[in-house]
């Protein structure tokens, strides 16, 4: 069973970095595609980053390339998101979960959402 747990979010200026952590609990990720989401208030949730294990090795929304960076632990039990040049269109709850390459669309599957961890940016 694999269970999620994001961290490292928290109050930044525009600009600013932070780096977010998804840890898994239960078991390691395996081999498992993953991925981030965020959703601001309002707002749908909405692919971010990914890591694959075919095709491309990471793929990123187009607001975020170049300033997010996606990485895995040698372990498979953690991933990453470096985030830099923070936005305030950044603002978000930023979620980790299992995810699939669907016709070139990356989406969640197996219902694998950690709590989430908030990020804001302020300006």
């Known amino acids: 069973q694999l269970q999620l747990v994001e961290s490292g979010g928290g109050l930044v200026p525009a600009g600013g970095s932070l780096r977010l952590s998804c840890a898994a609990s239960?078991?390691?990720?395996?081999?498992?595609?993953m991925g981030w989401f965020r959703q601001a208030p309002g707002k749908e949730r909405e692919f971010v980053a990914a890591?694959?294990?075919?095709?491309?090795?990471?793929k990123y929304a187009d607001s975020v390339k170049g300033r997010f960076t996606i990485s895995r632990d040698g372990s498979n039990n953690t991933v990453y998101l470096q985030m830099n040049n923070l936005k305030p269109e950044d603002t978000a709850v930023y979620y980790c979960?299992?995810?699939?390459?669907?016709?070139?669309?990356?989406?969640?599957?197996?219902?694998?959402w950690g709590q989430g961890t908030q990020v804001t940016v302020s300006s």
């Open positions: 979960a299992v995810v699939n390459l669907v016709a070139g669309t990356v989406l969640p599957t197996r219902n694998s």
């Open positions: 239960g078991r390691a990720f395996s081999r498992y595609n």
């Open positions: 890591m694959l294990w075919t095709g491309e090795k990471s």
